[in-house]
T-cell receptor, first 111, second 113 residues
């Protein structure tokens, strides 16, 4: 079975501070991994994805994620957050022809 | 214009009523999906379709049905709405398998009283 666990439901962080949103997956086979972002009152949009190759993946808006096969993790990072990063972030893993989403992590940016 | 549109954006209905949520896309994608979002539960797949003649159940299809009227249109119906179907519903499309990005509509907020 394939599933994804987001370890934090909410993460508060001060503006201009770094942030890490944690994601672990369970899978016995090769996986494709994704991070999607949902801004308030909007649908989801893709931040970045890992398919193969380099384990460090860069996405939009200064975000990056690192695929760690030994720890089955795909944590999302940004070195300096902005108020506009306030959103809910979803980690997702491929399952056959479908994608399974985590429960989401709300990022709160503190002034 | 948005690539994926959903109508209505908000709907309040009563228990037992039939309701249809509509989704249209201009991306030319074959694959379309309906998800439900509940606070703290993330997105759960209701139904998906890989082409006009292909309809598949997702993890929470009970109480829902779908119709793929054309490549660009995929509707979700609640035959007899119940309060625990109150949620945010998203339609999405993709150009292929899981390596392809899914493009989401803006969502329909449904309240069943």
């Amino acid at each position: 079975a394939q599933s994804v666990t987001q370890l934090d439901s909410q993460v508060p962080v001060f503006e201009e501070a770094p942030v890490e949103l944690r994601c672990n997956y369970s899978s016995s086979v090769s996986v494709y991994l994704f991070w999607y972002v949902q801004y308030p009152n909007q649908g989801l949009q893709l931040l970045l994805k890992y398919l193969s190759g380099s384990t460090l993946v860069k996405g939009i808006n200064g975000f990056e994620a690192e695929f760690n096969k030994s720890q089955t993790s795909f944590h999302l990072r940004k070195p300096s957050v902005h108020i506009s990063d306030t959103a809910e972030y979803f980690c997702a893993v491929s399952k056959g022809d479908k994608i399974i989403f985590g429960k989401g992590t709300r990022l709160h940016i503190l002034p | 214009d948005a690539d994926v549109t959903q109508t209505p954006r908000n709907r309040i209905t009563k228990t037992g009523k039939r309701i249809m949520l509509e989704c249209s896309q201009t991306k030319g994608h074959d694959r379309m999906y309906w998800y439900r979002q509940d606070p703290g539960l993330g997105l759960r797949l209701i139904y998906y379709s890989f082409d006009v003649k292909d309809i598949n159940k997702g993890e929470i299809s009970d109480g829902y049905s779908v119709s793929r009227q054309a490549q660009a249109k995929f509707s979700l119906s609640l035959e007899s709405a119940i309060p625990n179907q109150t949620a945010l519903y998203f339609c999405a499309t993709s150009g292929g398998g899981p390596v392809y990005e899914q493009y989401f509509g803006p969502g329909t907020r449904l309240t069943v009283t």
